[in-house]
């Protein structure tokens, strides 16, 4: 074909599209509610997100809002977003319910969550403000027919909600390696069927695939999505393992896949290594390039910081991501047990027990046979017992080396017939 004419069909195939805005405002002087309400006025203002339903779900990040301040203000979305969204959501008329359904096999379940979240006192100034565990009127279970996860339990109210406003928190993942906006919406997912998932998924790619599948299954009724990055979280999170980073931000969109995006490129890395963020762009979910992108507010260069990524970073640089389905580390308990026994009852694959020493210390103790690497133990544990430590290293040496030799054996033989 001439040049011209693959120019001129190119052309006409490559129409401009509008680009997806993503807001990024900073919180002056404490003044979080100003900041909430200027993101959003960023993107045009809340009325045009949820115009067409009289009530609107708030889903923030609960995770397990421990007792101690320090750990919770770095792990769960800060009340004081939660409470202006809400507030928002009243002058226009509508009703407001704050839920969420919080990490499996914590003491006394999303309730007691919820009890320490501070979102409750949010509730108590209006009546047209509920707040409650997601899971309150149970799940209902839902064909997702994703690419890896073909069922799952979702809370019903989720479902009945027409409209939603997702509000998550900027922090790194031990497993996913960093979660925002697509991999809140986990907190969906009722009880034990979090666990479950946790099994199927197994491996770096295969967990962000189950996330997409259920961030597509949900997609149309997340209107609008809030990032509270005030306090973020880098290292081994997104529980208290991770440690508190001051950004003082808060970032909108109504693309979960933009908002992501954008908010790993502040986090210092390239968000290609985010495998819920790559697989859920070139599933057509959302946009994740900057030509695609509209900042408006704050720049991202004036905001960037390296942020300690968890060492499960390596494998989203990896080409062939067929490969980075294996996972070169484990977990290691350290010290701290206070015998709670939420990892034993949050692990999917059910190879904790917690066990006393001669001194009555409390010990956790990990049969590695079983274990997935799915680091739920990290995530739950309040008291950040756990960090992580390599796998049996020969194994994984001597496992590589002898497919090379397989495969040089099967190559050997398919050129002498
Ligand atoms: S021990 Fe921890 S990392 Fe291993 S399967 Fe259980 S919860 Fe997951
Ligand atoms: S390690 Fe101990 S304190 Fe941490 S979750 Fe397990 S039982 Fe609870």
Known sequence: MRKDLIEFSYNVIRLPMSKVKVSIVKVEKDDVRGAVKRAVELLGGLEQFIDHSDD??????????????????????????VET???????????VLIGDSSGAGQTGGTRAAIKRSGYLEIGEKSEKIQVRSL????????????KKLKEANISTEFLESKA?????KMKTHGLALYTGAIKNLYGTICGADKTRIHSLGATFNGFAQCLVDIYAFEKTRIKLNVMDAIIALEGMGPGAGGSPVEMNLILASADAVALDSVAFRIM???????????????QGLGVMELEDIE?????????????????????????????????????????????CLNCER??????????????????????????????????ICPE???????????????SILGTIVVAGIITTLILLL
């Open 295 to 339: 900042i408006v507010g704050e720049r991202i260069e004036d905001h960037k910081r390296k942020f300690k990524l968890p060492k499960v970073a390596f494998l989203g640089r990896i080409p062939f991501a067929r490969f980075s389905n294996i996972i070169f580390e484990v977990p290691k308990y350290v010290e701290g047990c206070t015998g």
């Open 268 to 282: 210092g890395s390239d968000p290609k290594i985010v495998p819920t963020i790559r697989f859920a762009a070139e």
């Open 56 to 81: 609107v779900l708030l889903k923030p990040n609960l995770l397990s809002a421990p007792n101690n301040e320090e750990v919770k203000a770095k792990i769960r979305t800060d009340p004081r977003v």
């Open 85 to 95: 969204l809400a507030n928002m959501v009243l002058e226009l008329g509508k009703k």
């Open 164 to 168: 939603v406003i997702n509000i998550p």
């Open 346 to 379: 949050a692990c999917p694959e059910k190879v904790i027990t917690i066990t006393k020493n001669k001194k009555g210390q409390f010990i956790p103790k990990i049969d590695y046979n079983g274990c997935i690497s799915c680091f739920t133990c990290i995530e």
């Open 135 to 146: 899971e309150e009127h149970g799940p209902t279970k839902v064909e997702i027919n994703g």
């Open 384 to 398: 950040a017992c756990y960090k992580t430590k390599n796998k049996n290293t020969l194994k994984i040496v001597l």
